[in-house]
């Protein structure tokens, strides 16, 4: 099999986005949760992409990270597949978590099926290399990728459950929940690369066709930090607004 290794240092950045992803998803649930009508759907959507985005980029900036003796390369059609693969699997979520009640039942349900949706981001991002022979994967590793998924994916739905009303209590908690969602994610995704195996002799299909990896890393890094910094400003704007307007009616 063709050894691999990492980047360290996009290994470090992938990690910080994952952390920056929890916390915009766990802003965007107390922005959906405290709207309605129209306002409501924005957050969604917004609070949708800003997630999906930061999922995917992180799984993104992770790929970037892996290094093969061989070109790597991305096909564009399955890359932007997966992106979309994590914008649904966050709305999904996102309306999950803002629903009146959340019983077991329905948040394993949830669970599985945002479990499943970041899982298959992840397989269909690997599959964007177009690698001939095709990925071998070790079975037991590979199920053990899903299975983090499922469970860090139930535990992100019922933390953003609970913090998911404002104040200052749940600002801090959701700091310290972000750090472990954050790090669940990168769990799956490295768990998951572990389980990848590339025969000799091995070539990458997208090398030449596919999206150039040069400085894309840095690009995908840049782009995630600002949908991240004006989701956030963004929503900071919105609670001052409330919180003005609510005075005023007191007024």
Known sequence: MLLSSYNNVLVTFSLIVAILASYTALNMASRVSSSTG????????????????????????GMLAFNLPISLGYDIPLT??????????????????????????RLALGGLLMGSGIAAMHYTGMAAMLMTPSVIYIPWIFALSIVIAVLAS????????QLRKDSKKATYARIGASL??????????????????????????????????????VLVIVVSLAVFAIALIISMLDVRTKLLATSLDRA
Do not use: E
């Open 38 to 61: 129209r306002a409501s759907a924005f957050w969604l959507i917004g609070g949708s992409f800003a997630m999906g985005f930061g999922v995917w980029s992180m799984h993104f900036i």
């Open 180 to 217: 472990v969602m954050g790090c669940a994610i990168v769990g799956m995704h490295y768990t998951g690369m572990a389980a990848a195996q590339f025969p000799v002799g091995s070539f990458c299909g997208a090398a030449n066709t596919g999206i150039d990896t040069k400085w894309l890393a």
């Open 80 to 105: 932007l597949l997966s992106l979309l693969i994590a914008i649904a699997s966050s709305a999904f979520a996102l309306w999950l978590v803002c629903q009146k009640d959340l019983p077991w039942a």
């Open 154 to 161: 139930g535990a992100a739905l019922w933390i953003a459950f």
